[in-house]
């Protein structure tokens, strides 16, 4: 295929204009934190990418590999052991690891910085819940997939057709696609965001309560989101968030429904002392 610049351009000037956008987004969340929240959701992505591409390809020899040996649809436990051959948990897992190590520490040391307290690392039972989400994400993701492709085959052999078909189809899959990369990298950033945010108040003696805030100017808000805005509980306590229970916006103790899309942050309430 002949080298096409304008296409290239056009893709450079979406990304960026969407990451405009989400600047924009970010500034009323956490305005000190906006542009290192960013970073690290482009270093992310970035790293989702390859893993999402490379996992492709590799499906993609995975399905020559059945039609040159199977007559019929494989079974499960076969599926299973072709799909074992490849190496996206461990890369999934190695940008997950890299990012969440550095971005926590600076987000915890800007905080720190911010509200002139000493900086302390994460630790407790955040840090422990952190730790075990990210541990167990890849494989999320990675079933999720498996369990996409495992149809796709299905279909194919179900429907007659060809191996030209379905390498098509694969390479249609949204779980291949910048959208997941997009969605998945912004909301894994701003729950490592909202840990260390959580944290840092949680360890701050001048802060007694927290106020759930909700982002204005979002398509398709979540109601039950707009109405938690302004919501204030005491330090150690929970939002109640549609019958879900959560330390603050992000908590990997809720569900996807509600920390996909979710722009959502906490903002400090000071004891009376320290109101100026």
Not at 119 to 136: A, C, P
Not at 162 to 181: D, N, Q, V
Not at 224 to 236: P, W
């Amino acid at each position: 295929m002949k080298f096409q610049p304008h296409i290239v351009e056009s893709v450079l000037k979406v990304g960026l204009e969407e990451d405009e956008e989400l600047l924009k987004i970010l500034e009323k969340m956490a305005p000190d934190l906006a542009k290192l929240i960013l970073k690290y959701i482009k270093e992310m992505q970035e790293g989702i990418e390859i893993a999402l591409t490379t996992d492709n390809a590799e499906f993609i020899v995975i399905a020559e590999y059945i039609f040159l040996n199977f007559e019929t649809v494989p079974t499960a436990d076969e599926l299973g052991l072709l799909f074992s051959t490849r190496q996206f948990i461990d890369e999934i897992d190695k940008t997950f690891s890299i990012i969440k190590k550095v971005a926590e520490k600076d987000m915890a040391k800007k905080l720190a910085k911010l509200q002139n307290v000493a900086y302390q690392e994460l630790g407790g039972k955040v840090s422990d819940k952190l730790d075990k989400w990210f541990k167990d994400l890849p494989d999320l993701m990675n079933t999720t997939t498996e369990n996409a492709v495992a149809d796709m085959v299905k279909k194919t052999f179900e429907k007659g057709h060809g191996i030209s078909w379905l390498k098509a189809r694969l390479h249609e899959l949204p779980e291949f696609s910048y959208y997941r990369s997009r969605v998945t990298s912004i909301t894994e950033t701003l729950r490592i965001y909202s840990s260390c945010s959580y944290t840092s108040f949680l360890n701050n003696e001048e802060v007694e309560g927290l106020r759930w805030r909700h982002t204005t100017g979002i398509d398709e808000p979540r109601t039950s989101h707009e109405m938690l805005d302004g919501t204030v509980i005491s330090k150690g306590e929970l939002f109640d968030v549609e019958g879900e229970y959560a330390l603050y916006p992000h908590d990997p103790e809720l569900s996807a429904k509600q920390t996909i899309h979710c722009h959502c942050w906490i903002e400090p309430m000071l004891k009376k002392e320290y109101i100026q």
